[in-house]
C-alpha cells in the first residue's frame, strides 16, 4: 500500500525500516493502556472492535454497493513535475468493465438514495425538454440545487475526482485489496515527506530533517493545541494503519506456479518496534488507535442520516439492498453504543474566531493531503490512499456538520446534510481499513508472543 519506510514528521526520526531487534515483548506491553486526549483506553478498543465489530463490517463491505468505487487514477500530481510510475506488477489497478458494475450504481453513482436519483432525472429531463421553472416543485427545485453545489461545498476536507471525466472508471476493491505492492525509495518517501513536512501541524521551532531516518528520535506536542495534536496523530495513525496492511498481506512467496501472501514479523517490527524506532513505534500505534475513535465516533454521529426510511444503498436488487441497509444500520447502533467515544466538543471550543480560523486551516492541510495522493506513483497505493483520506475527510465532515445533522427530517430531502456515493463508500471502506489494522495487531501479538 501507500508505503515507505521512512514516514517523517517533522522532527521524527521515523526508522521504519533500519536496524533490527527483537523488542516483541515491549510492543506488546507498551500498547495498552490509556489513549491521551481521550478517555478511552487499548483494550476497550481491541474488545469492542475484534469480537463484535469487524465481522459484520466486513460482511458489509463485501457487498455490491460497498465494494465498487470510482476513481480518477490518471490525474496529474499537482504539486511537482514527476510522471514517473511505478513498474512493478502489483502496482496495477484493474478497473472494473461497465457490464460488471450493478445497474443501479451506474446510473445513480453520485447521489445518496433512489429518491434522490428520481429527483435529479426529473430535473435533468425538464431540462432536455426547455421546461419551464412550474414544471418543477420548489422543493424539488431546491433539492436539485442542493446536490449540484455540494461538491464544492466549503465543509469539503478533501479533494473529490470528479466522477464523470473519461479517465474515472469503477475498481472493484475485492479485487484490488491493499498489501505490499514493493514500491518504496525516493519516491514514496517524498509522498510522506511531503505530508508530514508541509501539510502537518509543527511546534516552529521544530527543524526538518536533512535526510529519511536522521534527526531526533521523537517528537514532543507539549504547548501544541488539541486541534494540532489530534491532526498530527490522525495522519501518522492513518500511517501507521497502512504499515500494518503491508505486514499483514506482504509477498511471502512469488513463483511461476503461485504467489503467497502472509503476515511478515520482520517488516512489522521495523516499523514498529519499541527498540529500533527509538520509542516512536508504539506511540504510532497508539494514534491509529486514536485515528480509530475519530472514525468511529463519526459513524455513531451520522446515523440519523442513514435511519431515513428514503435512504437506500441503492444497486437495483431491492430485496439485497434491503437487507444490506438493516447490517449498515446494526453496525452504527453497534458504534454508537460504544461506551468510551472520543469527545469532539473539545475541538474549536476556545475564541469563536480564532476558533473558525483553526478550523479553516484544519480542514485546508487536509484537503492539501488528499491532493497529495494524486503524486503517489504505484496505482494501486494511489487508489487506497486517495480512498482513505477521503473516507477520513468525511468522517470530519460529519463531525463537524453536528448541527445539521441534527436538523435532518425523518422523511424527505436532507438539505442541510448531504452525503454522497462516493463519500458513503470512501467512509465505511476507510473505518474497514483501521478496524482490519487492530484486528491484525492481535494477530501479531500472537505471533510475537508464540515467538518467545
Known amino acids: ?229 489530534a491532526f498530527y496523530k490522525l495522519v501518522s495513525g492513518l500511517h501507521a494503519s497502512i504499515n500494518i496492511h503491508l505486514s499483514a498481506r506482504y509477498l511471502l512467496q512469488d513463483t511461476w506456479s503461485e504467489k503467497k501472501w502472509g503476515p511478515n514479523i520482520t517488516e512489522f517490527q521495523q516499523r514498529f518496534d519499541e527498540v529500533i524506532t527509538r520509542g516512536e513505534g508504539p506511540r504510532r500505534l497508539k494514534n491509529l488507535y486514536f485515528l480509530y475513535l475519530i472514525e468511529l465516533r463519526a459513524l455513531s454521529k451520522v446515523l440519523p442520516f442513514f435511519e431515513r426510511p428514503a435512504f437506500q444503498l441503492y444497486t437495483g436488487n431491492k430485496s439485497y439492498d434491503a437487507e444490506m441497509k438493516n447490517l449498515l444500520l446494526e453496525i452504527l447502533h453497534l458504534a454508537k453504543s460504544f461506551p468510551l467515544h472520543f469527545d469532539e466538543n473539545s475541538f474549536f471550543a476556545g475564541n469563536k474566531k480564532e476558533a473558525t480560523k483553526l478550523k479553516e486551516e484544519f480542514r485546508l492541510h487536509f484537503k492539501n493531503i488528499s491532493k497529495i495522493m494524486d503524486c503517489v506513483g504505484c496505482f494501486k497505493c494511489r487508489l487506497w490512499g486517495k480512498l482513505q483520506t477521503q473516507g477520513l475527510g468525511t468522517a470530519l465532515k460529519i463531525l463537524f456538520s453536528e448541527s445539521l445533522i441534527e436538523k435532518i427530517p425523518e422523511s424527505g430531502p436532507s438539505y442541510g446534510f448531504q452525503l454522497t456515493r462516493q463519500e458513503i463508500v470512501a467512509l465505511f471502506n476507510a473505518f474497514g481499513r483501521i478496524s482490519t489494522s487492530v484486528r491484525e495487531l492481535e494477530n501479531f501479538r500472537n505471533i510475537l508472543q508464540n515467538m518467545r
Open 1 to 229: 500500500a501507500l508505503t515507505e519506510t521512512s514516514a517523517i514528521c517533522t522532527a521524527v526520526s521515523d526508522v521504519w525500516t533500519k536496524g533490527w531487534g527483537w523488542g516483541g515483548d515491549s510492543l506488546v506491553q507498551c500498547v495498552t493502556g490509556h489513549l491521551d486526549d481521550c478517555t478511552c483506553d487499548v483494550e476497550t478498543i481491541d474488545a469492542f472492535n475484534n469480537y463484535k465489530l469487524f465481522p459484520r463490517l466486513n460482511e458489509l463491505l463485501e457487498s455490491d454497493y460497498f465494494r465498487y468505487y470510482k476513481v480518477n487514477l490518471k490525474k496529474p500530481c499537482p504539486f511537482w513535475n514527476d510522471n514517473s510510475h511505478c513498474g512493478i506488477r502489483d502496482c496495477a489497478v484493474k478497473p472494473c468493465p461497465s457490464d460488471e458494475v450493478p445497474d443501479g450504481i451506474r446510473s445513480g453513482s453520485y447521489k445518496y438514495s433512489e429518491e434522490a436519483n428520481n429527483l435529479a432525472e426529473e430535473c435533468e429531463e425538464a431540462k432536455r425538454l426547455g421546461a419551464v421553472d412550474g414544471s418543477l416543485s420548489k422543493e424539488t427545485q431546491q433539492a436539485v440545487l442542493r446536490w449540484t453545489r455540494h461538491d464544492d461545498s466549503s465543509d469539503s476536507f478533501c479533494e473529490a475526482d470528479d466522477i464523470y471525466s473519461p479517465d474515472a472508471e469503477y475498481v472493484d476493491l475485492l479485487l484490488n485489496p491493499e498489501r505490499y505492492t514493493g514500491y518504496k525509495g525516493p519516491d514514496a518517501w517524498k509522498i510522506w515527506n511531503s505530508i508530514y513536512e508541509e501539510n502537518c501541524f509543527k511546534p516552529q521551532n521544530v527543524k526538518r530533517p536533512l535526510a529519511s531516518g536522521r534527526g531526533e528520535s521523537s517528537i514532543s506536542l507539549s504547548g501544541v493545541c488539541v486541534e494540532k495534536r
